[in-house]
């Protein structure tokens, strides 16, 4: 089987406690039918780099892209890339304010979202819409994930977030995820429990009453015991065997492959 076509991020969804895994490719910005990717692990896949990037908002042919497959303009101007996606607490949609696109921020960001903890390469504390759980926590290769409050909009899910930085991490070192090494011995229930005690009072009516835990257990057959980034625009032709796929990597033999940083990339795809 071949197909042509740009990349996009996978989608996800979680059947039991296994996520299944979708490979969106694109024409340009025409949808092609999805690949089962769960099902092509085991088997040796050929990615061929074409040499350039399509934006996955205009379509426009470009050697290089800005955050996850745009222009350069597109970054600087487009929602996709606004400041509060990655800095929640910026948001002002709430206020009737928009960062850069009004209708785009009342979609996405005046709505529920929830302040997390998840296990990924560490305890770290996260903020995301209400209705993308668990795509959030398999996107990024979290094992365990509960969520510690429940919010109208995203700002102030940002706040709750911003007052436990000192005290947890908001980040993921990838390569530890992806070997699976934690060393925090703590349970996520003893975590968020400390979380809890250590908010502010403005922000404890928010706290989630369920405490519940999502257990996410990935398609690996082989985890790496060393990480080797695969980057298309250097390897130019990628052809190995698929051992396991985690958050948005597709782990090979010889080495593992960040989907979603290679959106809008044009690539031939053989199975």
């Known amino acids: 089987m071949q197909i042509t076509g740009n990349l996009r991020k996978m989608n996800t969804k979680l059947v039991g406690n296994i996520p299944q895994y979708s490979l969106c490719l694109f024409d340009v910005l025409s949808p092609l039918p999805p690949l089962n990717m769960n099902e092509l692990i085991g088997k040796v896949l050929r990615l061929e780099y074409e040499g350039y990037y399509n934006s996955i908002v205009s379509g426009e042919k470009i050697n290089k892209t800005f ?20 800095r929640p607490e910026l948001s002002e ?10 209708e785009w921020e009342v979609k996405h960001h005046l709505q529920p979202h929830v302040v997390y903890i998840s296990l990924t390469s560490n305890y770290k504390v996260g903020v995301t819409r209400l209705s993308n ?6 996107d990024q290769g979290a094992t365990q994930a509960t969520v510690l409050a429940e919010v109208p909009y995203r700002q102030l ?3 709750i977030e911003v007052s436990l930085k000192s005290h947890i991490s908001d980040k993921t070192a990838w390569q ?5 090494i934690v060393e925090d011995q703590r349970t996520i229930t003893q975590v968020r429990n400390e979380m809890v005690d250590l908010l502010p009072e403005e922000y404890l009516s928010y706290v989630s009453a369920s405490a519940d835990i999502t257990q996410i257990n990935y398609p690996i057959l082989v985890s790496p ?3 080797n980034s695969i980057k298309l625009d250097k390897v130019k032709i990628l052809e190995d065997k698929l051992v396991g796929i985690k958050g948005q990597y597709l782990i090979f033999e010889n080495g593992v492959m960040n989907i979603r940083s290679h959106s809008g990339a044009r690539v031939k795809f053989h199975v």
């Open 93 to 102: 949609i709430h206020n009737g304010i928009a960062l850069r696109d009004y």
């Open 67 to 86: 955050g996850e497959g745009l222009t350069y303009r597109e970054f600087m101007e487009s929602p996709l890339a606004s400041p509060s996606i990655m």
């Open 133 to 138: 759980m668990p795509c959030r926590w398999i």
């Open 157 to 159: 899910a940002g706040l």
């Open 225 to 227: 015991n060393k990480v």
């Open 176 to 180: 530890r995820m992806l070997k699976g």
